[in-house]
């Protein structure tokens, strides 16, 4: 009975990595990333890349990619030692998105791609909530580069960017973010991202404060407004509206 529950769960392991492999081509790197011998299995995907044959296949950058995760959260287990590795996982899971054409690789293999955005993800608040907006908006535009249709990204990305004094490009995303936000908020289909809700929270209070201190108080309620509109039961962006709100009373008559 040990044994099959044994078994079970390897196979249940196993599961999520399953999609990985597209060809018999590739099936050494989903052997050796199965073995959790992922030095190996980073430096056989690497020479595939090198190869006229394969570099074309995004397999050997999805392989690249989660090797460099595990050699982030677990570089005791590696005998090279890698400068930054979730730099180097975002940089292959670009260019395993980009070649990845119809996303099917992707579709199948989103929630390990998600392990390094969340990885990515904790590095670039650090460097927000610290106010180094400049590395805040460059680690936000590394994750954006492989997740481009997350809306919370490409909002966060343009405020770190408007804080840097990047002030033209960043509204640029925040203009591209509020559309595609408002939108969703008419057709009822905002979907909240739990990996990247927090991100979101804290940019519509972020902005919201610049756009107070830059004398735009309207701007700031109708954003707010917005925001309660698609995250209704936040506290944190109850008690910001509400903190706006009585800051313009004028414009409540």
């Known amino acids: 009975m040990k044994q099959l529950i044994a078994l079970t769960l390897f196979v249940s392991f196993l599961i999520p990595v399953q999609g990985q492999v597209k060809s018999k081509e590739f099936q050494k790197l989903f052997d050796l990333y199965a073995m959790e011998d992922y030095e190996r299995c980073a430096w056989k995907a690497e020479t595939y890349t090198r190869k006229d044959k394969y570099r074309r296949s995004p397999e050997p950058y999805m392989y690249m990619a989660l090797c460099m ?10 005998e090279e030692e890698y400068k930054d590795p979730i730099k180097d996982a975002l940089k292959y899971a670009y260019k395993f998105r980009k070649k990845d054409k119809e996303g099917t ?14 990885q990515a993800l904790d590095r670039a608040k650090f460097y927000f909530n610290d106010e180094d907006y400049y590395k805040a908006a460059s680690e936000f535009g590394r994750i954006l580069k492989v997740m481009p249709d997350d809306v919370n990204i490409v909002f966060m990305t343009g405020v770190a960017q408007v804080l840097s004094r990047n002030v033209t490009q960043g509204e640029k995303f925040i203009n591209q973010a ?21 991100v979101l929270v804290k940019g519509f209070i972020t902005y919201s404060n610049y756009l107070k ?3 735009k108080l309207e701007e700031a309620l109708e954003l707010l407004t917005l925001s309660r509109k698609l995250i209704p039961s936040d506290p ?18």
């Open 236 to 253: 944190n962006l109850k008690a910001q509206y509400k903190k706006i709100y009585a800051l313009a009373p004028e414009e409540q008559d």
């Open 213 to 215: 201190d830059n004398g």
């Open 69 to 78: 995760y595990q050699a982030h959260i677990n570089p005791d287990n590696f």
């Open 178 to 198: 509020l559309d595609t936000l408002n939108l969703h908020e008419a057709e009822n289909r905002f979907v909240e991202d739990p990996v990247t809700q927090d």
């Open 105 to 118: 690789l992707y579709a199948q293999n989103k929630r390990q791609i998600d392990l390094i955005r969340e």
